[in-house]
């Protein structure tokens, strides 16, 4: 892969570089940028990459919960429709109590997936307009894609169990007794038993 | 004159033949089998051969399809479309999600055993079922109309308590009816 190649990686980094500060910045490889940045850099940045920088496609906006860490990643995906090049901005907030600004007025589709994240991982959006009951029908438990949500206990206690699934059980033990493979120290924290 | 229970069992025949050849399917899906009921429907399979065909609300509506899991969500839906079906109606179990939970059996929104909150006459195995198993599936259930053995909708009017108290159970906001008529 020549220099040449990810001149137009380089060229979006070199630029945010200048203008913000990121916590840590990288080429992944061809077509893919990554930053990441603190929570009220947000909006800024995204402004910036839109409306300077091409990237005028809003993709995907998801979460990944490290409970290890105590906190929530928040992953922003842009797309530059001439350039080709995919845009991850990421930003850490702790896992209790956490708040994001809104980036709605931004792209108004970043609403549907806000609404999600808040039901489904418990993080709050600043002035987010719309009902806090999205997917799920009256759910009274903790959001259930945090991972410190026991699903297989919930499942047991709600609903019923027909016999003959006793090969069904968690994936990671049946991957370790296949592959001799070792658990790491915080999957085994939250294994289901 | 006519001995009543003699004649009653003519017109049993007559009355069951009549309804196993003209089973009119709601058109609703939930889960990811709905797909397979299009090809089952056109002319590949062709499925009005055996007088299987769409209905498109509940009260003309003789068989429920539920194709695939089913969340609790559409649980609530699902109970209420089948109350407001005229009787004799039956249930087809769709796919192996509606048995055991099929890959879904762990979900935190999926209910597991389709036969605790709705009476099943026919299950139909598979992930997903092609269409001539949907079709065996379909001819499996004319065979117990015709010898008088769909009774699903009989056993939910015996048994409705312990319907309501699974689906209860599940269904922990209930904001309609005890029964839908």
């Not at chain 2, 429920?64 to 609530?76: D, R």
């Given at each position: 892969?020549?220099?040449?190649?990810?001149?137009?990686?380089?060229k979006l980094l070199d630029l945010l570089e200048k203008k913000f500060i990121l916590k840590e910045s990288k080429i992944r490889r061809e077509k893919r940028v990554e930053v990441k940045v603190e929570p009220k850099e947000i909006i800024p940045v995204l402004l910036y990459a839109k409306d300077n920088s091409g990237y005028t496609a809003f993709t995907h906006m998801s979460c990944v919960d490290w409970i290890e860490d105590g906190e929530f990643e928040v992953v922003y995906i842009l797309w530059h429709p001439e350039e080709k090049i995919?845009?991850?901005?990421?930003?850490?907030?702790?896992?209790?109590?956490?708040?994001?600004?809104?980036?709605?007025?931004?792209?108004?589709?970043?609403?549907?997936?806000?609404?999600?994240?808040?039901?489904?991982?418990?993080?709050?959006?600043?002035?987010?307009?719309?009902?806090?009951?999205?997917?799920?029908?009256?759910?009274?438990?903790?959001?259930?894609?945090?991972?410190?949500?026991?699903?297989?206990?919930?499942?047991?206690?709600?609903?019923?169990?027909?016999?003959?699934?006793?090969?069904?059980?968690?994936?990671?033990?049946?991957?370790?007794?296949?592959?001799?493979?070792?658990?790491?120290?915080?999957?085994?924290?939250?294994?289901?038993? | 004159?006519?001995?009543?229970?003699?004649?009653?069992?003519?017109?049993?025949?007559?009355?069951?033949?009549?309804?196993?050849?003209?089973?009119?399917?709601?058109?609703?899906?939930?889960?990811?089998?709905?797909?397979?009921?299009?090809?089952?429907?056109?002319?590949?399979?062709?499925?009005?051969?055996?007088?299987?065909?769409?209905?498109?609300?509940?009260?003309?509506?003789?068989?429920?399809?539920?194709?695939?899991?089913?969340?609790?969500?559409?649980?609530?839906?699902?109970?209420?479309?089948?109350?407001?079906?005229?009787?004799?109606?039956?249930?087809?179990?769709?796919?192996?999600?509606?048995?055991?939970?099929?890959?879904?059996?762990?979900?935190?929104?999926?209910?597991?055993?389709?036969?605790?909150?709705?009476?099943?006459?026919?299950?139909?195995?598979?992930?997903?079922?092609?269409?001539?198993?949907?079709?065996?599936?379909?001819?499996?259930?004319?065979?117990?109309?015709?010898?008088?053995?769909?009774?699903?909708?009989?056993?939910?009017?015996?048994?409705?308590?312990?319907?309501?108290?699974?689906?209860?159970?599940?269904?922990?906001?209930?904001?309609?009816?005890?029964?839908?008529?």
């Amino acid at each position: 892969m020549s220099e040449n190649k990810l001149h137009n990686e380089q060229k979006l980094l070199d630029l945010l570089e200048k203008k913000f500060i990121l916590k840590e910045s990288k080429i992944r490889r061809e077509k893919r940028v990554e930053v990441k940045v603190e929570p009220k850099e947000i909006i800024p940045v995204l402004l910036y990459a839109k409306d300077n920088s091409g990237y005028t496609a809003f993709t995907h906006m998801s979460c990944v919960d490290w409970i290890e860490d105590g906190e929530f990643e928040v992953v922003y995906i842009l797309w530059h429709p001439e350039e080709k090049i995919n845009f991850f901005v990421k930003t850490r907030v702790p896992r209790d109590n956490g708040t994001l600004p809104n980036i709605d007025f931004i792209w108004r589709q970043a609403n549907t997936y806000e609404r999600e994240i808040r039901e489904m991982f418990g993080i709050q959006f600043e002035g987010l307009i719309g009902r806090e009951e999205f997917i799920l029908e009256d759910w009274e438990h903790m959001p259930p894609m945090r991972r410190d949500f026991d699903t297989a206990k919930f499942v047991e206690k709600t609903y019923f169990y027909r016999p003959g699934r006793e090969d069904a059980k968690d994936v990671r033990e049946y991957v370790q007794e296949r592959t001799d493979e070792e658990l790491p120290d915080f999957a085994k924290k939250y294994s289901r038993d | 004159m006519y001995n009543d229970k003699e004649s009653q069992k003519i017109v049993d025949i007559i009355q069951n033949y009549a309804r196993k050849h003209s089973l009119f399917v709601l058109a609703y899906g939930t889960g990811c089998g709905a797909i397979e009921i299009p090809p089952t429907m056109t002319s590949r399979y062709d499925a009005e051969r055996f007088g299987i065909r769409g209905a498109a609300t509940p009260r003309q509506a003789d068989v429920l399809l539920i194709t695939g899991y089913l969340a609790t969500k559409s649980l609530k839906r699902v109970i209420k479309v089948y109350e407001q079906m005229q009787d004799p109606k039956y249930v087809i179990g769709f796919g192996s999600c509606t048995i055991n939970g099929g890959m879904y059996w762990d979900s935190y929104n999926t209910i597991n055993v389709l036969d605790k909150y709705l009476p099943v006459d026919v299950y139909i195995n598979g992930c997903m079922p092609r269409p001539e198993a949907v079709i065996a599936g379909f001819v499996k259930l004319q065979k117990q109309i015709q010898a008088g053995k769909a009774d699903g909708w009989d056993k939910y009017k015996k048994n409705l308590d312990y319907y309501k108290e699974n689906q209860k159970k599940v269904i922990t906001n209930w904001v309609m009816p005890d029964f839908n008529w």
